[in-house]
């Protein structure tokens, strides 16, 4: 039980982490004009909001795969990074999509 405990204490940590680093980053607005670029980053800011109960099921299934030895810490972290890759880049597509109706 305590090791459960141990285990979503820090998924806890790293989402809070990831999200404080995403929004740390900012949005990919600074290519727009001026005008549009406050508007930009409220969408990006939607679109983070809408993508957050996937990102953290993703992490949830991750770390109980991990739990179980069915993939190990590189793997945990690799798998890590081409899911935030993955997220970022269909989140900037549906940035693109929503400021071109703007």
Same mark, same amino acid.
């Given at each position: &039980?305590?090791?459960?405990?141990?285990? /979503?204490?820090?998924? &806890?940590?790293? /989402?809070?982490?990831?999200?404080? !680093?995403?929004?740390?980053?900012?949005?990919?607005?600074?290519k727009y004009?001026a005008t549009?670029?406050? #508007?930009?980053?409220?969408?990006?800011? +939607? /679109?983070?909001?809408?993508?957050?109960?996937?990102? !953290?099921?993703?992490? /949830?299934?991750?770390?109980?795969?991990?739990?179980?030895?069915?993939?190990?810490?590189?793997?945990?972290?690799?798998?890590? &990074?081409?899911?935030?890759?993955?997220?970022? +880049?269909? #989140?900037?597509?549906r940035l693109?999509?929503? &400021? !071109?109706?703007?």
């Open positions: &039980m305590f090791q459960i405990w141990c285990h /979503l204490s820090a998924l &806890m940590i790293s /989402l809070f982490v990831t999200s404080s !680093a995403w929004s740390a980053v900012g949005p990919p607005c600074d004009p549009k670029q406050s #508007r930009c980053t409220e969408i990006w800011k +939607e /679109l983070n909001k809408e993508d957050g109960p996937i990102i !953290a099921q993703f992490g /949830l299934d991750q770390q109980k795969r991990r739990d179980e030895g069915k993939i190990n810490a590189q793997q945990h972290l690799a798998e890590n &990074m081409i899911f935030i890759k993955q997220s970022t +880049e269909k #989140r900037i597509e693109k999509e929503r &400021m !071109a109706g703007e």
